[in-house]
């Protein structure tokens, strides 16, 4: 692999929470040099980025492929395109597939697939419990030696206190991250919206906010008895940030996450009933939406993931209420985060601390940063260039997206994935 040397870029550098213009050099994979003024570049293949930004490429926590089971709506070559034309060098893969990602044999299928069909990295997670059902958990240690990096039951909550306790206990000898849901699962069974004058005046099933705070109480009450490593996959609501502010300031092995949904729309969205806006948990209010994103900037809330979920038409063509929740985002990621950046909520450094640096520390991976040494996982972008989002022209099979039709501003240019171009716009 011959050395590339980016030159006239705008670098974002979350490590450094700096944005400069400035050079950088790769050679066999990694970051090598990274420097300002006159770039040493002899003998390298030159890009030229055109004083745009050059980023650490996006880790994205919490992705679902639907291999095994449900491959029309998403498989692992139609992620990895529209990761890679997303920024997204790594995919943490979720385990709610058809069959559970929950046995040795059915992860090193899916890492196979991985492998064989994506040109970005892919990550797996694995079940915390046998079929997602709460009652036994899974081979930890096996699984682990099979390549999984976290343990989840995703949006089923296990609400079994002593078996959820098990777990974690076991994780902990194991050195293992368990990923949770913070919901209180009778409060929120069968809720399509966020409680208050909104849902009521449109006749939808809620649930209050109150069920997240709920949740994560439970669940950091568990932490402080086992000690075991733990990730929220998503804070939504103002009122669940003081307990997740007490647990890391009382020394808890804690981290949190929120998906690029809950921090760009709120539950005024739904107004008239398209389903591409029901997500899991549902839309919140605005201020709950403004005290989350005040928790990305501050670093209360450490990681900011797309929680791509495809569903197809037939799952979404229903009644609010019917319809599965849901949407895709690897591609919509970048572009909708962006939005906190144009409207002066969020700079550059921290939306790439929280979707690059913080994912990939959490993970234990060298990613996420502009530092010799480093992979070079890169994405050159453009934060200013206007469109008009056509979902049609996703790359995921599925196209559910929320942001259809809606102007956008900002486009990923190329997607570099170990020194290897993935993906350029035309």
């Given at each position: 692999?011959?050395?590339?040397?980016?030159?006239?870029?705008?670098?974002?550098?979350?490590?450094?929470?700096?944005?400069?213009?400035?050079?950088?050099?790769?050679?066999?994979?990694?970051?090598?040099?990274?420097?300002?003024?006159?770039?040493?570049?002899?003998?390298?293949?030159?890009?030229d980025?055109?004083?745009?930004?050059?980023?650490?490429?996006?880790?994205?926590?919490?992705?679902?492929?639907?291999?095994p089971?449900?491959?029309?709506k998403?498989?692992?070559?139609?992620?990895?395109?529209?990761?890679?034309?997303?920024?997204?060098?790594?995919?943490?893969?979720?385990?709610?597939?058809d069959?559970?990602?929950?046995?040795?044999?059915?992860?090193?299928?899916?890492?196979?697939r991985?492998?064989?069909?994506?040109?970005?990295?892919?990550?797996?997670?694995?079940?915390?419990?046998?079929?997602?059902?709460?009652?036994?958990?899974?081979?930890?240690?096996?699984?682990?030696?099979?390549?999984?990096?976290?343990?989840?039951?995703?949006?089923?909550?296990?609400?079994?206190?002593?078996?959820?306790?098990?777990?974690?206990?076991?994780?902990?000898s194991?050195?293992?991250?368990?990923?949770?849901?913070?919901?209180?699962?009778?409060?929120?069974?069968?809720?399509?919206?966020?409680?208050?004058?909104?849902?009521?005046?449109?006749?939808?099933?809620?649930?209050?906010?109150?069920a997240?705070?709920?949740?994560?109480?439970?669940?950091?009450?568990?932490?402080?008895?086992?000690?075991?490593?733990?990730?929220?996959?998503?804070?939504?609501?103002?009122?669940?940030?003081?307990?997740?502010?007490?647990?890391?300031?009382?020394?808890?092995?804690?981290?949190?996450?929120?998906?690029?949904?809950?921090?760009?729309l709120?539950?005024?969205?739904?107004?008239?009933?398209?389903?591409?806006?029901?997500?899991?948990?549902?839309?919140r209010?605005?201020?709950?939406?403004?005290?989350?994103?005040?928790?990305v900037?501050?670093g209360?809330i450490?990681?900011?993931?797309?929680?791509?979920?495809?569903?197809?038409?037939?799952?979404?063509?229903?009644?609010?209420?019917?319809?599965?929740?849901?949407?895709?985002a690897?591609?919509?990621?970048?572009?909708?985060?962006?939005?906190?950046?144009?409207?002066?909520?969020?700079?550059?450094?921290?939306?790439?601390?929280?979707m690059?640096l913080?994912?990939?520390?959490?993970?234990?991976?060298?990613?996420?940063?502009?530092?010799?040494?480093?992979?070079?996982?890169l994405?050159?972008?453009?934060?200013?260039?206007?469109?008009?989002?056509?979902?049609?022209?996703?790359?995921?099979?599925?196209?559910?997206?929320?942001?259809?039709?809606?102007?956008?501003?900002?486009?990923?240019l190329?997607?570099?994935?170990?020194?290897r171009?993935?993906?350029?716009?035309?």
């Amino acid at each position: 692999m011959s050395d590339i040397l980016f030159t006239n870029a705008r670098l974002i550098d979350p490590e450094a929470g700096t944005d400069a213009q400035g050079w950088l050099k790769v050679s066999d994979g990694h970051i090598t040099t990274v420097g300002q003024g006159v770039p040493d570049g002899a003998d390298a293949e030159v890009v030229d980025c055109r004083g745009k930004c050059l980023a650490p490429g996006i880790v994205d926590i919490g992705v679902k492929v639907c291999e095994p089971g449900e491959r029309h709506k998403e498989s692992y070559k139609s992620a990895g395109l529209a990761a890679a034309a997303g920024g997204v060098t790594t995919m943490v893969t979720r385990p709610d597939t058809d069959p559970t990602i929950d046995t040795p044999e059915t992860l090193e299928f899916v890492t196979r697939r991985a492998q064989a069909d994506t040109p970005v990295h892919v990550l797996p997670m694995a079940a915390l419990t046998k079929g997602r059902e709460g009652r036994e958990m899974t081979e930890i240690g096996f699984l682990m030696d099979a390549g999984a990096v976290a343990f989840t039951d995703c949006d089923r909550v296990i609400a079994n206190t002593k078996v959820f306790s098990r777990a974690l206990t076991y994780a902990r000898s194991c050195g293992a991250l368990v990923i949770g849901h913070p919901q209180e699962p009778g409060l929120s069974n069968g809720a399509a919206a966020t409680s208050g004058k909104f849902a009521t005046l449109r006749g939808l099933p809620t649930v209050s906010p109150m069920a997240e705070r709920m949740g994560l109480d439970r669940d950091i009450a568990l932490l402080e008895m086992t000690g075991a490593k733990y990730h929220a996959d998503q804070i939504t609501t103002a009122r669940a940030l003081p307990a997740l502010e007490r647990a890391k300031r009382n020394g808890l092995d804690i981290t949190a996450g929120t998906s690029i949904h809950h921090l760009t729309l709120n539950e005024f969205d739904v107004a008239d009933y398209r389903t591409f806006f029901k997500v899991k948990p549902p839309l919140r209010a605005e201020d709950d939406r403004l005290a989350v994103v005040e928790a990305v900037r501050s670093g209360l809330i450490d990681i900011i993931s797309s929680m791509h979920t495809p569903q197809d038409e037939e799952s979404k063509r229903l009644p609010f209420e019917e319809a599965a929740s849901g949407a895709v985002a690897l591609e919509t990621l970048l572009p909708a985060a962006l939005r906190l950046y144009h409207s002066e909520q969020l700079d550059l450094p921290t939306l790439f601390r929280a979707m690059s640096l913080n994912p990939a520390n959490r993970l234990g991976l060298e990613c996420g940063r502009l530092s010799a040494g480093a992979p070079a996982d890169l994405v050159l972008f453009d934060p200013d260039v206007p469109f008009v989002l056509d979902r049609f022209t996703l790359k995921s099979k599925s196209q559910n997206t929320p942001f259809d039709g809606q102007r956008m501003q900002g486009r990923v240019l190329a997607t570099y994935v170990a020194g290897r171009n993935v993906y350029r716009r035309d």
